[in-house]
């Protein structure tokens, strides 16, 4: 018996848990402090009334002999997929059905879909990022690069010709930093994966928080991304299903590097180490489509972005260097005074009563950035913001 | 860019494709016929009111912002850790809360625990066998050692102790034959993989079919598994979630092969790349294992047990040598008249009108046996079960 070597070079992760240590031990040495959160990255807003009309409508039939559903296509009902394909379409991006691949989150299959490559291909990753995407990749030892992301490229780095890679990370709009590609930013990143053979893994989690007029919210806008991109999408964040648990890839069957059918192969993975989501949800999910879905769906989503353009105009006004908190639930500021994460993280917990998320937990290029999240309540996340304000004035 | 190679060796399974297909003919040159189908291992009785009155609620409960759940623990709420933990302990098996690792299912678990090993370990599988564990192996190209299961030895292997494995895979009640191991015949596998230092892999998910006294419904009944073995379960033929999806793994914290802390490694792989089960899910499964959850999933339990006594009746009236039908849904019958798997098809579609699966589907062992399944409405089965005398008699 041979134990993975790999999972050796993971670092523990202890981010979160310090942040809560943190928060107990102020908390403890000051009972009355009125604390308000802001670094979490989970909605709080519950599901709109369609999706949970459709979800217990979806229990009630499981219930009835003549309703009951037993086990289903792995890859998804037909009418979920077709519901995202019309999703899609609104988008100008055409999709056949059998390109449409329905999981229980994006964060899943950023991983799983590492089944499909050889563990010696160079995976390109930018610097900060979302953990696991780098743990996913070091549980079977592949050669990770990083690209930097920092304030002179606005956190939205863009391909080095000279660099090799075969597998290439994007999320857009980004988590932690809240930065979004245009659309000539993206074609960058397409012509060179197409130029080097290489296939890029499209995180597109926050697409629905794009507004900005033109920004892309689904690679495949991008003409020649079907030749070497792979969009990775969830309801987490659209329709507020961080408990709830619907994802999307998309594989287009015009991506063959090597010659590979990888449609068919993650077909394959899929069928034989996935078992499908649950019938209740996909009815859910089909349920956020709806035209009633998606309006309801969109105002949380003005409600979240009202909330970011309000800590970002804070910010602004207190003349503290962001991105984010426009096409992003997520504000990535640049620690004023020269302070590094975590003597940041105290002092807006010991002055301001606020906790965020220091940004040197997403990177190095993290160090002296620090990340707050819209998905607060209304009133609180505006009495933040003036706190914040005062805060900063004094700093 | 270099493509996973391994793909390429596994082989297209069209089992279920074929038998549609001649089905489909055989309905088009028949049209008046009257099938039974006793080929497919899916269930058909609905959820039981328990478990639809608490999905109901928990999706109304999503819909409130007092009760919305966003992300929780990868692994599972406490409280159906808790009912799973309550389970194992009226089978006199104690976990703790944390080697119970909750998720969609078994056949997940079953691909994805391979992350933790290396891929050059030597894998011993039964022949005939579920087909999603080869594949799953074949996919990292593992060297895979099968074990012959045939009417001699019941088919119920035991270990050769020449043999060398790493990882042996163990499924009882068995898909496809429905035979069960004693609890004697299992500890024979927990020595020899306890002096091998090898990990067994315990598919657990017709437990709930278990009713001969003394028999054994988890691997943990023998003592010494703990250090030995990995239980993958699911609620699929348990309560009828084939299309609600919920299953569970249990890696004890005594099981260290080469000194690994396998539980601690298979959490960061779930968290890595598992997003966790939907809450409405959870609560639909902690119903499950309430009283009068469990008193309702045994009625079903009962009645497809019934069917599958019905068929086996029948089978022994017949003189046909049979394993399975009695702590399992299944049936695996000897081809009468030196039949081979496809041509008793054929004979039994065309003869009988009923529809079961070729064992030769299920590897080299199966060819020459056949498969029938407890799943379907009772009194079609017993139909079925008089067609299949009188067939029998006349062949």
Not at 13 to 20: E, K, P, R, T
Not at 202 to 221: K, L
Not at 337 to 354: Q, V
Request: glycine share 10%; net charge negative; hydrophobic share 40%.
């Amino acid at each position: 018996m041979k134990i993975n070597k790999c999972f050796a070079n993971l670092a523990q992760s202890y981010l979160f848990v310090d942040i809560a240590r943190k928060v107990d031990a102020y908390k403890t040495a000051h009972p009355e402090a009125d604390i308000i959160r802001l670094g979490i990255g989970d909605v709080t807003r519950p599901l709109v009334p369609p999706v949970v009309d459709a979800m217990v409508k979806a229990s009630e039939e499981m219930g009835r002999a003549e309703t009951f559903r037993g086990y289903e296509d792995e890859l998804g009902y037909p009418f979920l997929r077709e519901a995202i394909a019309g999703y899609y379409a609104q988008k100008g991006v055409k999709l056949a059905l059998d390109e449409i691949f329905v999981s229980d989150g994006a964060k899943s299959d950023t991983g799983n879909i590492l089944d499909l490559f050889e563990q010696d291909n160079t995976v390109l990753i930018p610097d900060p990022v979302f953990p696991a995407y780098v743990d996913a990749n070091m549980m079977s030892c592949r050669p990770i690069e990083y690209i930097n992301a920092n304030k002179e490229n606005g956190f939205l780095p863009l391909p080095n010709p000279g660099q090799k890679a075969d597998i290439i990370y994007i999320c857009s709009p980004n988590n932690p930093t809240g930065a979004s590609y245009t659309k000539a930013q993206l074609a960058q990143w397409v012509d060179y994966a197409n130029s080097m053979g290489a296939v890029i893994l499209y995180d597109a989690a926050y697409e629905a928080f794009v507004q900005t007029p033109g920004a892309p919210r689904s690679i495949y806008e991008v003409p020649g991304a079907e030749t070497c991109a792979i969009e990775i999408c969830s309801l987490s964040k659209t329709a507020g299903f961080t408990g709830t648990r619907c994802g999307y890839t998309i594989v287009p069957k015009a991506l063959r590097p090597e010659g590979a059918d990888l449609n068919a192969m993650w077909r394959r993975r899929q069928t034989t180490k996935y078992n499908g989501l649950p019938y209740v949800v996909q009815r859910a999910a089909q349920a956020v489509f709806s035209p009633a879905g998606m309006a309801a769906c969109q105002e949380n989503i003005a409600y979240y972005r009202q909330n970011a353009g309000v800590i970002s105009a804070a910010l602004t006004e207190a003349g503290v260097w962001h991105t984010g908190g426009v096409d992003s639930p997520y504000i990535w500021l640049e620690c004023p005074g020269g302070l590094d994460s975590w003597a940041f993280f105290d002092r807006l917990l010991g002055e301001a009563g606020i906790v965020g998320t220091p940004g040197v937990g997403f990177g190095r290029n993290g160090e002296g950035y620090f990340r707050l999240t819209a998905f607060g309540d209304a009133a609180r996340t505006a009495e933040a913001a003036t706190r914040l304000k005062d805060f900063l004035k004094a700093l």
